[in-house]
């Protein structure tokens, strides 16, 4: 592939997240030393965050990857739902960086061949527009540094069995990433309700109980749970908020929650 054409520039910069490398440095560095992460939570074989604009979900996200502050990981797999073209399954990057104002991150070739193997397409389209999985990448690149390779995943309508398959063909290799915002456009009070429900749903680890009108990246999240569930890993709920904690109209609402995914002892 030609070097040229071989990288994908941010589409999200200077929309949901700082544009200039030395402001988006401090604004994630400010989240990640204000995240209220507790001490206890071992170390996360899996996250679940959100992916609206860092003055959104910023502080819940952050709650997330603070975590990895006391981890060694290098990999990562960052599995989240494709908003702008139709998929159906998973959908793996053939290029080989990500570029975002902090520098370029490697796609890890192991990683997606362990996807395709799985059943993966390789389709730049689905990630071209895609925010749901590059706002995530600052966040890495700030609490992991310069070792970070990662595998974005784009994922369509699929059972939550075939998703689950798909993170557990990677998850032996890297830690793994969902992406996804909670309720959407609900009043305060009523979003506050409904994420509830789901991030109850999510430590019962049931998959079954998520609605697509629940969590946007929802497919993604039901297959996390589902593998949770076979595998019989923890999830814990670090933080859980609202746009209205922020920035946002009360009357018109997104929901965030972050949770962590790890092994029983």
């Known amino acids: 592939m030609d070097a040229a054409v071989s990288a994908r520039e941010p589409a999200a910069g200077g929309t949901f997240y700082p544009s200039d490398p030395e402001v988006l440095a401090r604004t994630v560095d400010g989240l990640l030393a204000s995240a209220r992460t507790p001490s206890e939570t071992g170390a996360p074989v899996a996250l679940v965050v959100p992916h609206a604009g860092y003055a959104y979900s910023g502080p819940v996200a952050a ?5 990895l502050r006391r981890s060694d990981v290098a990999r990562v797999a960052v599995f989240g739902p494709a908003h702008f073209v139709p998929l159906r399954g998973t959908a ?3 290029l080989r960086t990500w ?3 902090l520098g370029g991150v490697t796609i890890d070739p192991e990683l997606r061949e362990a996807a395709i193997r799985h059943g993966a397409l390789v389709d730049d389209a689905p990630h071209a527009p895609e925010h749901s999985l590059e706002v995530q ?14 595998l974005p995943v784009a994922v369509g309508f699929a059972a939550p069995a075939e998703v689950a398959d798909a993170i557990a063909a990677v998850l032996s290799l890297a830690l793994v990433v969902v992406s996804t915002d909670l309720s959407h456009y609900l009043d305060d009070a009523a979003a506050r309700r409904r994420d509830r429900r789901t991030a109850d749903a999510v430590v019962a680890r049931d998959p079954d109980a998520i609605g697509a009108d629940d969590a946007c990246g929802a497919h993604a999240l039901r297959g996390l749970l589902e593998l949770a569930r076979r595998e019989d890993l923890q999830v814990r ?5 609202t746009s209205a904690d ?3 109209d009360p009357w018109r609402v997104v929901g965030y929650g972050a ?7």
Request: glycine letters at 10%; proline letters at 10%.
């Open 246 to 248: 922020t920035a946002g």
């Open 63 to 67: 709650t997330a990857y603070a975590l």
């Open 99 to 101: 570029r975002t104002p």
């Open 137 to 150: 990448l600052p966040f890495l690149q700030r609490v992991v540094g310069d070792r970070l390779s990662v």
């Open 92 to 94: 793996v990057p053939g």
């Open 237 to 241: 709920l670090l933080e859980l908020r």
């Open 259 to 265: 949770f962590a995914v790890t092994r029983p002892g």
